[in-house]
């Protein structure tokens, strides 16, 4: 590609950086949240929320939640099968 080009596009990127934190995905960012997951204790996890790993502009990782839209009793009944299911494989 010539220069011209990329010096054209590259503001046009970095607005798009801006504007869209959560399109700046690399594997290593998008294991962010899984990881931090990973970490957390499963009492302190809030079952209503999803984790999504994001990016700010300077490049920085962060886990950002966002409520699960949906019924409630629904992710509380698939929440409490998960905790005995958890229970069950750590105690064999």
Known sequence: M???FWSLILPLLLLLRICLPSMTMTATSG???LLWLARQQPS???HTHKYL???SVSGHRYVDT???RGAEELS???WKQLETLSRTLSSS
């Open 76 to 78: 509380a009944e698939v």
């Open 44 to 46: 302190s996890v809030d």
């Open 53 to 55: 790993s994001r990016a």
């Open 2 to 4: 010539p220069q011209w």
């Open 31 to 33: 294991a962010e949240a």
């Open 66 to 68: 966002e409520q699960i």
